[in-house]
Nanobody, 126 residues
Framework: QLQLVQSGGGLVQPGGSLRLSCVAS????????IGWFRQVPGKEREAVAC????????YYHKAVKGRFTLSRDNPRNTVYLDMNNLRPEDTARYYC???????????????????WGQGTQVTVSS
């Protein structure tokens, strides 16, 4: 059974930092493309950071480029999203996701991902 379990998140002041973690079980995450998405009420879920399988190419949403970093710890079967210089507009529920593409393509759309974490709330407020 494939499962992604998230941790991290919470309340942080503007300019602060948070780390989100996503641990995979039932499959080898290194063989999968991964993505971090976020969603606010009334809006569609959007990709903030994605990576092709096997430490492949990275995609970052322009709103987070230079502030967010996606990384993997393959021995721990874990992916991270380090978020720095957080802004109130980063407030959202964040999700990790995984899929096994047939190529080195970097998926960026929710419909391209098969397995999802449970989500974790990030609130940036003073």
């Amino acid at each position: 059974q494939l499962q992604l379990v998230q941790s991290g998140g919470g309340l942080v002041q503007p300019g602060g930092s948070l780390r989100l973690s996503c641990v995979a079980s039932g499959f080898i995450l290194e063989n999968y493309a991964i993505g971090w998405f976020r969603q606010v009420p009334g809006k569609e879920r959007e990709a903030v950071a994605c990576q092709g399988k096997g430490n492949g190419r990275l995609y970052y949403h322009k709103a987070v480029k230079g502030r967010f970093t996606l990384s993997r710890d393959n021995p721990r079967n874990t992916v991270y999203l380090d978020m720095n210089n957080l802004r109130p507009e980063d407030t959202a529920r964040y999700y990790c996701a995984a899929t096994q593409p047939s190529s080195d393509y970097v998926p960026q759309f929710t419909s391209e991902f098969d397995d999802w974490g449970q989500g974790t709330q990030v609130t940036v407020s003073s």
